[in-house]
Structures are given as C-alpha cells and as structure tokens.
C-alpha cells in the first residue's frame, strides 16, 4: 500500500505513475493498466485511482478515450521529474498573463469545439459542483475546465500553455498563501456560474460572448484575491500587474 505521508492517496498513486512512465521509459501513446489492475497493484480504491487519471489528464500526461482506455499523451519533462517548479511568480501577474491567454482560447474555442469537447467540458463542471457539496478544497474541477477549453482549440501549443500557467500555481507560496486566508468559500459558487457562462457562450458558437465571460471569470478571481491579499507585503504585486487594458472593438 501506497504511504500517505504529506499528500492525499491520488496524489501519491499519480506520482507513482509519473515515476513509471519515466523508469520505464514508456512512450508517448501506450495505453496504461485498467483502473482495476492499477487499483489492485496499489491496494487503494478505484475511485482513487479515477482520481489519480483525472490529475494526470488535468496535467497533460494522459488522455482517457471512453470505452478504449487511458493513453500516455507526453511524458513528463524534467521540471516534473524533480518537482522544481518557479515561486517567484505572483498571483496577479500570472492573472494578467492568463486574462490576455485564455480570453482569446474562449474565443477559438466557440469556433472550433466539438460536441465530445463539451461534454468533456459539462463533466469538468460536474465535478466543480461535487467538490462544492462535499466541501473539498481541490480544484481539479477547476483546472480541467480550463484544460479541456484549451483542448477545444484543437490546438496542441495553446493547451501546453494553460497546463505551464497552472503547474506555475502549484506549490508556490504567495497563492498559498493567499488560499490560507480563505474563510468564506462562496466565491467558489461564483466562480462554477462564471465557468458555466463560458461554456454556454462556446456551446453557441459565439466567439465574443466566450471571450467576455472568460475575461469577466478572471476578472473576478483577481478581485478576490485583492480582498484576500496583504498590500503592505513586500510580495504583493497587484499594482505592477493590473487587469489589461484593451481595447474592445465592436462589430
């Protein structure tokens, strides 16, 4: 059995996998055990291991093809292999980068989205609503969403550049930080209505109204996180990182 030492068990089984693929050198389109033969090699719970898929599918590491299996889609990279990751990366700084990023990705997306990639989209959604009811404090709902919007694109750079911007928050201290001051989790709600705006916006096709919820959506997470954060603090970089101006040009 798999300790758990510092990490919840998924973690420590997605780990596991990652420390697989790289020692045995596994390569990119080999399919993994079934969630069965994994669960039993590790002796946890196949809804831990689902788990554990779901964090490597959020990181780009597999891609799970309903009714066909689990497929490593890259292998990770060396910043993966030894969990070096940048902390010098402010929240609001890596806000503005994604505001600019992940507007325009709605946008494509409402052009080039496939009936699966909303699906895909509506089961991310599902699993924000279920962390909510059972009050966990992951956001793999979260980051999936915004993966599988990326993956709508069709575009394969697009999506590697949400998956950095979001390794980039993992681990880093400042948006730790900033989640240790959170008492009041209702902006969470808000957030999965953003989410579902967006995904309605790029289920009608409408490029614009993507673009605007997706730029409203993290619009107000930077709002939260101002109302969270210490601007006395040395660290605090909301003022060198404000919302983007830009210029919206009406058709």
Do not use: C
Request: glycine content about 6%; aromatic content about 6%.
């Amino acid at each position: 059995m798999i300790p758990d030492v510092g990490k919840r068990r998924y973690q420590e089984v997605a780990e596991s996998l990652k420390m697989e693929m790289i020692d045995q050198d596994l390569s990119v389109g080999t399919r993994l055990r079934t969630e069965r033969q994994i669960a039993e090699d590790f002796d946890v719970a196949r809804s831990v291991v689902r788990e554990a898929i779901i964090m490597l599918e959020i990181e780009g590491l597999v891609s799970v093809r309903k009714g066909s299996g689990t497929y490593i889609a890259r292998k990770p990279d060396q910043a993966e292999k030894s969990g070096v990751a940048r902390t010098d990366i402010g929240p609001f700084e890596l806000l503005q980068a994604r505001q600019l990023l992940e507007s325009n990705i709605a946008a494509f997306a409402a052009t080039m989205v496939t009936k699966a990639d909303i699906m895909r989209m509506q089961e991310a959604l599902d699993m924000e609503i279920q962390a909510i009811e059972m009050g966990k404090s992951d956001y793999n709902g979260d980051e999936l969403f915004h993966r599988l919007l990326a993956e709508a694109t069709q575009n394969g750079v697009l999506v590697d550049m949400v998956s950095e911007m979001w390794r980039l928050r993992k681990g880093n201290q400042i948006w730790d930080g900033l989640h240790a001051r959170i008492f009041d989790e209702s902006y969470r709600q808000d957030w999965l209505d953003d989410h579902q705006k967006i995904l309605t916006a790029v289920n009608r096709k409408d490029p614009g109204k993507a673009r605007d919820a997706m730029w409203n959506h993290l619009e107000n997470v930077r709002n939260t996180l101002l109302t969270l954060s210490d601007v006395e603090d040395p660290k605090f970089d909301g003022e060198l990182f404000k919302a983007p101006k830009v210029v919206k040009i009406n058709k």
